[in-house]
């Protein structure tokens, strides 16, 4: 895993990191759950709690550990010892650490910050923990040079967002920028932007996957959690 982040979140340390290509495609829609389980173990030896991603702003909390995947595209949880996860291949995974020991993560396809899904885990945090500082961490995901976008949907993105979400792909052709997105999303609801990873999912073929360049179907993981007690919490 390659961490992003690590703070604390109240007397807790927290961490955000991700897998790459040589963690193992991490997809639970794509990878037996026996492989799968041991591919997560080797990447981080904590219960996985992850999600149905519909692209949209559902926001789950996670009070345990569970095998079930709820539908959503967002997990929020105080609970120590729990890893929690989003996939992805070409859109934003955003990890979050609050300061009153709430840890999030967010799946930020177009359509689900065009929704509201960072928005929507920010409240979710703050009705649990209180109002005290945010931080958000970006995993890998595809940039504007590699990122062809309709210009209508384009337009309509600009007055949502701002028009620094406007570019042009490697051809000149009109592309969107969701690194940008993710940061006026950040600077509207008060949230440091505390890492961004430079990786192209798009043109980093040895460590990712990307649907849009490659019509690739595995997907890394970013992953938020709160460190265990000694004794060994782990969200049962």
Not at 15 to 25: K, L
Not at 149 to 176: I, K, N, T, Y
């Amino acid at each position: 895993m390659q961490p992003l982040i690590s703070c604390h979140s109240g007397k807790r340390p927290a961490h955000v990191a991700h897998s790459t290509r040589h963690d193992g495609d991490l997809s639970p829609r794509t990878v037996a759950p026996a492989e799968l389980h041991e591919r997560r173990r080797r990447a981080l030896d904590l219960p996985w709690v992850a999600l149905r991603q519909v692209h949209g702003d559902r926001v789950v909390l996670v009070e345990r550990a569970t095998a079930d995947r709820p539908v959503g595209d967002a997990l929020v949880t105080r609970r120590p010892g729990l890893a929690l996860a989003v996939h992805s291949g070409d859109c934003v995974p955003v990890g979050l650490v609050g300061s009153g020991g709430v840890v999030a993560v967010a799946h930020g396809g177009w359509k689900g910050l065009e929704a509201g899904v960072l928005e929507s885990c920010v409240r979710r945090m703050r009705a649990l923990a209180g109002t005290g500082p945010i931080r958000a961490a970006v995993g890998p995901h595809i940039r504007s040079q590699r990122y062809e976008f309709g210009a209508a949907d384009l337009e309509r993105l600009a007055r949502r967002f701002d028009s620094r979400v406007v570019d042009a792909d490697a051809h000149g052709a009109p592309a969107l920028d969701l690194t940008a997105a993710v940061e006026f999303e950040c600077e509207r609801l008060d949230v440091e932007l505390a890492a961004v990873s430079p990786a192209c999912t798009a043109l980093e073929s040895d460590d990712y996957w990307s649907h849009r360049a490659r019509g690739e179907s595995g997907r890394i993981a970013l992953v938020a959690w709160l460190e265990p007690d000694e004794e060994g919490d782990h969200g049962g």
